[in-house]
């Protein structure tokens, strides 16, 4: 029997990118749009162009820097938002209009103040419109999960009538069990005219932990692509991972499903976009973790050593992940340098791999060996090189029972300017110190601390979201030194308003 082929539609640069935080400029977007061009999805969801000019420059930019996946942008069922998206993507060889509108009864009459019958009219007049544009279009049912399976499937008939090459049946609210969201594709597959002219694709959210769960049974009943992302980031709990679906049907050949997915490069795309995004991928993620092929109980060391086939379901080498790889060192050279970043999916010009060679090597002095992690740090801190504020120096001194005392020094467009000032505790200080430099109304409103690895000497990575009018800045810093990681997040978000 042949394998069916199974659809890879990515969208972390659309429902992955809307995480707080995890914002990326059109130079960052079109890095991941070409990592995964070369992982080998088949669509990537480049933006929502309506909804700001970067989203309508980004997938402008997309559309011109990949070439064979197809490059979707997201609308509402609303005239303006399909021209802004055929505008966006011009200049793609191969387009796609994703548009839609809610389904559910609370859809309707909450988001909406309409009925049943209007829907389907918005919806198919919706396709229509698109269809004006460009051939691809897909449909989503918003909240498809929460909504009733036969009014589903009118909606679904309309707008495969409408020429619609695609619908989108989404899980919204991450709700559904497997064994519904399942029943839901069969009910559409059995009881929809016409599904055979489209295919139907799965979009699950990972509130219930849920999503690639859902996903599989939406395609083991029919769906011939799935919606994901890298590291499964996305709205609140998430969307599917990529990673997971294509190692699922990798290692399960009995389900008869191929994706065009060059699992190799899974390792280092997934460290990528988490070190772009700044978005740390949990150690005991599936796949992708740190700790996804470690195996620490005696028991299971002693299976491995025996046979690794008794506790290894996947080679880690399949997804990428390079066991021998080079220790680096205070000793290791640029060209080992190099190709640990290439091997994470980062490269970088002569000039560039300079700069970090540099850091690297101070952090080499600090630290004994400095792992992949690190590394993707160091990667990022070549992307702030630029920004206008920059920390020259900190001094902190703090203890128990005394004040702690900050005094700083920082860059600004060449200049430099200094501060000094008390505080409760040596971040408290050392911000105050900042502040009475910058001297504007800002509040901190998150600050999250993170170790990286293990060791007392590693880089500690801070996240920090500042309010100022009325907005909210996310900022990241990261540094051996945690009072310095700290200060440099806040800068960092005050680098993005400041001018
Ligand atoms: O989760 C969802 O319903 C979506 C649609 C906009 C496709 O992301
Ligand atoms: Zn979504």
């Known amino acids: ?50 909804s700001s000019p970067g989203d309508f420059n980004s997938v402008i930019e997309i559309s011109k820097a990949v070439t064979w996946p197809t490059i979707c942008a997201l609308t509402r069922a609303v005239e303006k938002d399909i021209q802004v998206a055929a505008e966006a993507l011009q200049f793609a060889k191969h387009k796609r209009i994703h548009t839609g509108i809610g389904t559910s009864d609370s859809h309707i009459k909450y988001k909406f103040n309409s009925n049943r019958e209007e829907i389907i009219e918005r919806a198919v007049a919706a396709v229509k419109y698109a269809k004006r544009f460009v051939e691809d279009v897909e449909f989503y049912a918003e909240d498809a999960g929460r909504t009733d399976n036969e009014y589903l499937a009118r909606v679904v008939e309309a707008v495969i009538k409408a020429g619609a090459t695609v619908i989108n049946i989404p899980d919204t609210t991450g709700y559904c069990l497997p064994s519904e969201y399942g029943a839901k594709i069969k ?61 699922i049907f990798k290692s399960h050949r009995e389900l008869n499903i191929d994706t065009n997915i060059n699992t190799q490069k899974i390792y280092p795309t997934s460290r990528m976009v988490s070190s772009l995004m700044n978005m740390p991928v949990q150690p005991n993620k599936a796949i992708v973790g740190r700790n996804a092929f470690a195996h620490s109980s005696g ?39 190099k190709s640990r970043l290439t091997s994470l999916g980062v490269e970088l010009d002569k000039d560039k791999l300079d700069n970090i060679y540099e850091s690297f090597l101070k952090l080499a002095d600090k630290k004994k060996d400095i792992n992949d992690d690190d590394i993707l740090v160091l990667a990022g801190e070549d992307r702030s090189l630029n920004k206008r504020i920059k920390l020259e120096y900190l001094q902190v001194t703090s203890g128990v029972g005394v004040l702690s005392v900050a005094s700083l020094a920082l860059n600004i467009s060449g200049e430099k300017f200094e501060g000094c000032a008390s505080g409760n505790g040596p971040v408290d200080a050392a911000i105050k110190a900042l502040k009475k430099i910058i001297d504007r109304h800002m509040t901190l409103k998150e600050f999250t601390i993170q ?15 500042v309010e100022y009018d009325n907005q909210m800045y996310y900022g990241f810093g990261a540094n051996t030194d945690i009072i310095a990681a700290s200060v440099e997040a806040y800068i960092d978000c005050i680098n993005k308003f400041h001018s």
């Open 451 to 465: 170790a990286i690895s293990k060791g007392s000497d590693d880089v500690g990575k801070v996240h920090m979201q």
């Open 187 to 247: 009910y559409l597959m059995e009881n929809v005219k016409g599904v055979h002219n489209a295919i139907l694709s799965t979009h699950c959210h990972n509130d219930l932990g849920m999503a690639t769960a859902n996903t599989i049974a939406g395609v083991v009943n029919g769906a011939r692509q799935v919606e994901v992302t890298i590291n499964g980031i996305g709205e609140r709990a998430g969307n599917t991972s990529l990673e997971e679906v294509a190692m």
């Open 299 to 337: 028991i299971h060391q002693d299976g491995v050593l025996k046979n690794v086939q008794t506790y290894e379901i996947i080679d880690p080498k399949e997804v990428g992940i390079d066991d021998n790889s080079i220790v680096l060192t205070a000793r290791s050279g640029r060209a080992a340098l």
């Open 1 to 50: 029997m042949m394998n069916d082929r199974l659809f890879i539609f990515d969208t972390t640069l659309r429902d992955g990118e809307q995480v707080p935080g995890c914002q990326l400029n059109t130079i960052e977007k079109i890095q991941v749009a070409r990592a995964l061009e070369s992982l080998g999805v088949d669509v990537i969801e480049a933006g929502f162009p309506i």
